[in-house]
């Protein structure tokens, strides 16, 4: 888990050598993607492999890349084999005038080195305009190689589609094994495009609902290790703790914004209400009270408010209350049921799943349950939502039933590209990381 | 996919299992300290075994979906555990709330527990001591019937009385 980070925070603006090209002004965006609806077209890009003097590594970062801005649905990358040029140039302006005759209105220029370090450079080009859309220079640490051509996708995605990337995350998940009847359970962590897998738990006990700390480096999690279930946190790869002892169950962990306190449900005698405890311990503080199913909260990102699902009205529905308890109000009101609520990092929406007409879907509303949304439906179970961190992108699981085993998807708020995250094992209760520090 | 295991299968396969666990419980707790070795009796077992609990009286109950109610069966079958727990009261109890795989993770492992409950209530109020009982939900995470239509999620949606 050691890693010496040289982060996006250092990026730079990339100065020009010597007054080589004159910087055009900042591109009016003719190739901006404007992303309002769903209905608009993914745009063309272009990515020449990154001039390296190890062209297969230049070759590899390139790809990275090309498959990132693709599964994004945002992006359609040209054959490279397609384009004028085969390898990128970052110290020269292109020759735009036979970009624009190749039909190519967004490249990109990258170069990249691998030392102590990988270094990397690109460039943003908007061909219409003959304008830079960005330039910046990154390095980061050669034992994760992979995450340079992370960034340099996420500066590509947001300088062309108006929004913050997600590329350089992770995914956190249960990976399962074993026959239905008697999975096996345990906690994993991956690259958000599948890659450097780490088994994080044993799969001695039954590990459920894993959910990342708000900076990535902590995990709550619901295990049987304890005979029943139980909240445990920990850091990545660290020891466990149980969050608090006297309960006879508890589970559907959330951290607090602030990564200081856990949000999680207490079942006691048949009736299931919300507390809240630091994670170093102390007492809990119950949050809901009365004879119902209480469970999956989840904080508002500014920490003033929970929502959460409840049976207290018949079927499960979502409210919301205060971060300190009491005043819940009820925001779904569609037919069927409403669980797992999500908050979305810029606190807009909220993702959840909806069982209805013997159909299982992912949507999303409004904090104030106007607007709602069914992005994906499905005969079969799927629940789980998680938000990438530019709340564009939500991922979930699905379960075909029988002895098949779940697998892991993601959709876009549009309610389009909806992708299956391929995972070496079955998969299953997926938490998407924040950008890297 | 799979045939749907007929019920019947389902229940001697666990109590097979349950057995085979009480003969390893004797070999390790056994009076004599030697090795317990056991033939499985034919029927329904001695009276006051696991066996006889499991085949003669009915380990489990089951509900609607969704629901925690308990039906007229599933009282009938808790009326005579109640009976068989009260005559033998040298076992401890563990009751099992689960649930069905249709429902989200984090609802079922509530509604286990709920099932649970409502069996605990139902048992005490016919005398067994609340003491002897232990309860424990595993929601959706531990079905007995793998299928994917209702004769299999009807089989999942259940309480089970382990007798200990």
């Not at chain 1, 967004?106 to 330039?135: C, I, P």
């Not at chain 2, 034919?42 to 109950?61: K, Y």
Request: glycine share 12%; aromatic share 8%.
């Amino acid at each position: 888990m050691k890693m010496t980070l040289i982060t996006r925070r250092n990026a730079l603006k990339l100065g020009l050598a010597g007054g080589a090209f004159a910087l055009a002004t900042p591109s009016q965006a003719l190739v901006e993607i404007v992303v309002t609806g769903g209905n608009f077209t993914p745009l063309p890009i272009a990515i020449p492999d990154f001039a390296s003097s190890d062209p297969s590594f230049g070759a590899e970062i390139a790809q990275i890349v090309r498959d990132n801005l693709k599964r994004s649905g945002l992006f359609v990358p040209l054959d490279p084999a397609s384009l004028p040029i085969r390898v990128g140039d970052v110290t020269n302006e292109p020759d735009f005038a036979s970009w624009r005759t190749a039909s190519v209105d967004a490249l990109v220029m990258g170069s990249v080195e691998r030392g102590a370090e990988v270094a990397s450079q690109v460039r943003v080009w908007d061909t219409q305009a003959s304008a830079q859309v960005v330039g910046k220079s990154y390095k980061t640490d050669a034992q994760n190689y992979r995450r340079i051509a992370h960034i340099v996708s996420d500066a590509i995605y947001a300088s062309l589609s108006g929004g913050s990337g997600y590329f350089d995350t992770r995914i956190l998940y249960v990976a399962e094994s074993g026959p239905k009847a008697n999975r096996v359970k345990r906690l994993a962590i991956m690259d958000q495009d599948g890659f450097n897998v780490q088994y994080l738990s044993s799969g001695k006990a039954l590990t459920l609902t894993p959910r990342l700390s708000p900076n990535g480096a902590s995990v709550a999690y619901t295990s049987y290790e304890d005979g029943n279930p139980q909240v445990y946190v920990a850091g990545l790869g660290g020891a466990s703790k149980k969050l608090i002892n006297g309960a006879p169950m508890s589970f559907a962990p959330r951290f607090a914004p602030d990564g200081g306190s856990v949000v999680f449900s207490v079942s006691n005698g048949g009736t299931t209400n919300i507390y809240q405890a630091g994670v170093g311990g102390g007492n809990p503080t119950q949050l809901t009270s009365g004879a119902a199913i209480d469970t999956s909260p989840c904080y508002a990102p500014d920490g003033s408010r929970i929502v959460f699902e409840s049976d207290r009205g018949g079927s499960p529905q979502l409210y919301i209350m205060g971060a300190g308890g009491g005043g819940a109000q009820r925001v779904s009101y569609g037919e069927g049921s409403y669980s797992t609520p999500v908050w979305s990092p810029d606190g807009t929406l909220i993702a959840y799943t909806r069982q209805s007409g013997g159909q299982f879907h992912i949507g999303i509303m409004k904090p104030d349950g106007s607007g709602e949304r069914i992005l994906s439906s499905s005969g079969q179970v799927q629940e789980g939502p998680t938000w990438a961190p530019n709340s564009r992108v939500i991922g979930f699981f699905r379960e075909p039933g029988g002895d098949a085993g779940p697998s892991l998807h993601s959709i876009d708020i549009w309610g389009r590209n909806e992708l299956n995250l391929k995972t070496e094992t079955f998969a299953s209760d997926p938490s998407w990381s924040p950008l890297r520090a | 996919m799979r045939s749907v295991t007929p019920l019947i299968a389902v229940l001697r396969a666990a109590a097979l299992v349950v057995l085979v666990v009480a003969v390893a419980a004797c070999s390790r707790n056994g009076a004599g300290g030697g090795t317990g070795v056991g033939n499985l009796g034919p029927g329904g077992g001695a009276p006051g075994s696991q066996q006889e609990f499991l085949v003669s009286v009915g380990d489990r109950v089951f509900f609607e979906t969704d629901s925690s109610s308990l039906t007229p069966t599933a009282m009938a079958t808790l009326d005579k555990q109640a009976q068989w727990l009260n005559r033998y009261t040298n076992y401890r109890i563990l009751i099992e709330g689960h649930a069905d795989e249709r429902g989200t993770r984090e609802y079922n492992i509530a509604l286990g527990a709920r099932r649970g409950s409502i069996v605990v209530n139902y048992l005490v109020s016919k005398g067994v001591d609340q003491r002897r009982i232990t309860t424990k939900s595993f929601g959706k995470e531990r079905p007995v019937a793998i299928c994917n239509d209702i004769s299999c999620w009807s089989q999942n949606r259940r309480a089970v009385t382990v007798v200990q």
